[in-house]
């Protein structure tokens, strides 16, 4: 494909960040159109289809992938779908851009890994985790220029109110045959870890717990159970020999917290993501500097241009390609798989 050719988008579930990010990023690039939607109803296809100015829509999603006209597909749904329409999508030869969350579990994903391997000329790609783009570049810069000295301790706290209420519904984060081992924001904070250390962990314990047993499901009407935890506890050890501390929690009732500390034998970044700030503060002082990021370190959301650049250009797929995808749901699954078992230690 050359870059005067119009490339065709077939959208796979259109939920909230679809409509925020995905559709307008697409229709804003020239020579790009985004053909037919399929959500999960046909009023709902309709609905996005006004919206936004989608000419067609399809009643189911394999429509969407069997239509020769369609170049590429955008899936939006829960992480359930993602395997089966990424693997139909890559083996019918369209180009693949899927939600955050790779898949239901590790297997899953190492089968979408394995497909998009079978297939090397598509692009395949996975929405990155945002929270910490504007940073990214800086902190492994200043890890790998010493400025921490020897690193010893992580951690990573995303806490908010989200599951208090004990009569709250039963949402899609809570159901496992919607998220499968995906609890709260651990696999997609630990995208972000990634991208800083360059490492997998060798080993996790992590212990979970669930506020709130039954909650209303509110498309059913009846009450289901809840079996992802709604507070999680990591712990991970690197084979650098540092130690990572993970949090994540909804239910805070008091103040929400979003950060991330690194520290070091000579010094400490503490990344403030609520406020969208970076500190450093050096062995002694007893204060945080800001730091300044360079324009060309500040990176910023460019999910749907990178895809049709890598699909029009052939550039490689960074943020986010199938390996990492994998790697953060080998961590994921370990997670799972510990406090399923007693909180166990889990070899990665």
Known sequence: MVNSDILRIGVIGAGANTKLRHLP?????????????????EPSSRSVAREFGIPNTASDWREVITDPEIDAIMIGTWPNLHA?????????????????????????????????????RLVAQIVPSPFSLGFDKTI?????AGDLGELHELFVEFSNGVFVDPQGPYTWRQDFQKSGVNTLFSGIMHEAVLRWVQSDPEWVIADGLVGTRA???????????????????????????????????????GVVRSEARLSGSAGALYLDLAKQELYFSARGS????????????????RVEADFIDSIREGKPVTLTDFESGVRYMRFSQAVWDSWTDGSKKVWL
């Open 140 to 144: 492994r810069r200043m890890i790998e």
């Open 286 to 301: 007893d204060a945080y500097d800001k730091v300044d990021i360079s324009a060309e370190d500040k990176g910023s959301w």
């Open 215 to 253: 909650r209303m499901d509110p498309e059913t009407g009846e009450y289901a159970t809840v079996l992802i935890p709604e507070a999680l506890s990591i712990l991970a050890r690197y084979p650098q020999g540092f130690k990572a501390t993970y949090q994540f929690s909804g239910l805070a009732s």
């Open 25 to 41: 990023g697409f229709q804003e690039i020239d020579g790009v159109e985004v053909k037919t939607v399929c959500n999960r109803s």
């Open 84 to 120: 089966a329409a990424t693997i139909s999508g890559l083996k019918a030869g369209k180009h693949v851009l899927t939600e955050a969350r790779m898949a239901l579990n590790l297997k899953e994903a190492e089968a979408m890994l394995a497909a998009s391997l079978e297939s090397p």
